[in-house]
T-cell receptor
């Protein structure tokens, strides 16, 4: 099956800092999503981004499908940004989302 | 829409007991997925349905696990008999074949 690698595994930020999370995948994809799992365990949809660039407030994401990677940018981080960020991809002609291991982000006040 | 609704939110049961997890997908969605999250294995797909029909159950760990979708608005995941290694958070998700939305999960503890 498709392989999904996220980096870094852990990230500690000072409030107000910017950061970039990376997701590499091993095959062509129909779908790519970024999720935030908050400290209560909820999986919150951030972006549906199989290609291109999107922005939502302080967060933005870019997927370069031809080079098989996606980036999630967090700007002016806040303590509420803490949690685990997952990248999930759906290989071509397959409706199953495969998840990366996640990046654990800790934002300190 | 209220989103994907799962029940119960928490379940504690004794080894050997039957456990049933429930899911109501977002109205109109035609794909439904069951995932399991553990520290060791992360988020893994167990089974998914399209238009109430099971399409791929290759992720179901063993015969003790079964899933049904009797209609477009309801699905169950059953574990019989349950074992301590089944302890995990079980998520249900639904989609229209594109963006998937997840429920809040059921935290299962088997003692």
């Amino acid at each position: 099956g498709i392989q999904v690698e996220q980096s870094p595994p852990d990230l500690i930020l000072q409030e107000g800092a910017n950061s970039t999370l990376r997701c590499n995948f091993s095959d062509s994809v129909n779908n790519l999503q970024w999720f935030h799992q908050n400290p209560w365990g909820q999986l919150i949809n951030l972006f549906y981004i199989p290609s291109g660039t999107k922005q939502n407030g302080r967060l933005s994401a870019t997927t370069v499908a031809t080079e098989r990677y996606s980036l999630l940018y967090i700007s002016s981080s806040q303590t509420t940004d803490s949690g685990v960020y997952f990248c999930a991809v759906e290989a071509s002609n397959d409706y199953k989302l495969s998840f990366g291991a996640g990046t654990t982000v800790t934002v300190r006040a | 829409d209220a989103g994907v609704i799962q029940s119960p939110r928490h379940e504690v049961t004794e080894m050997g007991q039957e456990v049933t997890l429930r899911c109501k997908p977002i109205s109109g969605h035609d794909y439904l997925f069951w995932y399991r999250q553990t520290m060791m294995r992360g988020l893994e797909l167990l089974i998914y349905f399209n238009n109430n029909v099971p399409i791929d159950d290759s992720g179901m760990p063993e015969d003790r696990f079964s899933a049904k979708m009797p209609n477009a608005s309801f699905s169950t995941l059953k574990i019989q008999p349950s074992e301590p290694r089944d302890s995990a958070v079980y998520f249900c998700a639904s989609s229209l074949g594109l963006e998937a939305f997840f429920g809040q999960g059921t935290r299962l503890t088997v003692v």
